[in-house]
């Protein structure tokens, strides 16, 4: 046979064929494989950081809103009533039943459930004289003119890791003149 003859035979055999060869297919199918493998983390990545973001949010709305709440019972009213700041460092602490830990600080802890969306959530709420160094404490309240507030959210994620938030704030005895 003439080899023109072989080499224009081959090229008819290899022009008539068409589709894939088994080593074509299997290269392909292990690239597919391997990226929605990766797309599985990212899928799981996102889930966790969205619920991330939910907890820190709903934490730091329960922080707040402490502060807030503890911000409005301290505001004296000029006109007389049962609220302001020596309703705060007085009654305030027997009315949440705050444990005392020193002549300058009380703390007392709340634990809430938001339902199964979110981790539950302990809040624990300090208030102690400010500055530090001064002679005021709780056993004298009229000598407290400075009071911190210091609101601690704290929780467990759901891969396991402590998580918390903490804000502060400073409130002044303010005094009214007649």
């Known amino acids: 046979m003439n080899t023109s003859k072989i080499k224009s035979l081959y090229l008819n055999l290899k022009d008539k064929q068409h589709g894939f060869t088994l080593i074509e297919t299997l290269v392909s199918i292990s690239i597919l494989t391997i990226g929605i493998l990766g797309l599985i983390s990212v899928v799981d990545s996102v889930i966790y950081y969205q619920s991330k973001s939910a907890e820190v949010t709903q934490a730091t709305l329960f922080t707040t809103n402490k502060v ?12 007389g ?13 027997v009315d949440k039943k705050m444990t005392q830990v020193n002549e300058k600080k009380y703390t007392f802890s709340e634990v809430m459930n938001e339902g199964s969306k ?3 959530m302990t809040r624990t709420v300090t208030l102690q004289t400010y500055p530090y160094g001064d002679e005021s404490s709780f056993s ?8 911190e507030v210091i609101i601690r ?5 759901k891969r396991g890791n402590k998580k918390n938030v903490e804000l502060g704030s400073l409130i002044h005895k303010r005094h009214f003149t007649e």
């Open 68 to 79: 807030e709440e503890i911000k409005r019972f301290s505001i004296n009213e000029p006109s």
């Open 81 to 93: 009533g049962i609220y302001g700041f020596n309703y705060l460092v007085t009654d305030y602490l």
């Open 118 to 120: 979110l981790p539950q």
């Open 140 to 147: 004298d309240p009229g000598k407290i003119n400075l009071l």
């Open 153 to 157: 959210t704290e929780w467990i994620d």
